[in-house]
């Protein structure tokens, strides 16, 4: 969560000095193809290309920050169906068990876009994306290191109880827009890689209050695969993000048989800048 804030204030600061603008005009750089001009003014950002029969702009690459805020969850999926035996008991767990505190469970995340407008209504939009999932259950959930299982947790009661990963993402994601650029839509798919998982949390015992944080992978699956889509009016709108790979899996009886479903991660929210 520090790095995400720090990336966040960065950008933040960088905007507000970009606000100031030289007094000085800078010379136009025009590049000769024949009977083509293709001028690119340096003030305006723009690429102006004059065949004779007109001209056309476009603007130039742009480098445009974000910042997304929204709900984390899970959703079940790919159950594998196996008869009962005792090789599973000791991470057998209930999905109503690990169900989420949506109100808590929260998405997170900094969006360096690299967007390259190919036309005005349409480009491609890159960059890095830096997210934060914090997850949170309604029930007296823990999550083992090393082995990643769900366990309900019958001695200890906690207060409070976060389950955090972290993720580094890359995106690519095609762009279609309005000629005023007021109206933006994107959709495409992105990879991230995991590199931090953390548990926070706080619990009596005696009387006496104590805070626990642990580091480890809890056996998250290292890269995940997303698909997404986000709309934007002026600078603020709406994203979904669903992952084709999965979060973490557990295994459940009902009573004739162990059935084990994969998690599968989902994010949702609103977005506050451009791409």
Known sequence: MKIITIIGLTLISSLGFSQVDSTEDKPDTEIKFGKMTLIFDEDEKEADINNGNGSKKYPSVEFLPSFDYGVAGFSKANV????????????????????????????????????????????????ARFSNNTYVFKNNV????????????????????????????????????????????AFGGSVGYNYRSKVKATYSIDGGEYKLK??????????????????????????????????????ESDGTQYNTYDLMPFEAGITLGSF
């Open 80 to 127: 594998v169906a196996e008869p009962l035996t005792t090789s599973y008991r000791a991470n057998e767990i209930s999905s109503q068990n690990i169900a989420l505190d949506f109100g808590k469970s929260r998405n997170f995340a900094v969006n360096l876009n690299l967007t390259f407008n190919l036309t005005k209504n349409f480009g491609v939009v890159t960059g």
């Open 142 to 185: 823990m999550v083992l290191p090393k082995t990643g299982a769900f366990q309900l947790d019958t001695v200890i009661s906690y207060s409070k109880y976060r389950f955090r990963n972290n993720y580094i993402e890359l995106p690519v994601m095609l762009k279609l827009q309005s000629s005023n650029e007021d109206f933006q839509f």
């Open 214 to 251: 642990v580091k480890d992978n809890f056996n998250t699956e290292p890269l995940r695969f997303n698909v997404g889509a986000r709309f934007n009016y002026r600078g603020f709108g709406l994203y979904f993000n669903y992952g084709f790979t999965k979060f973490h899996a557990i295994t």
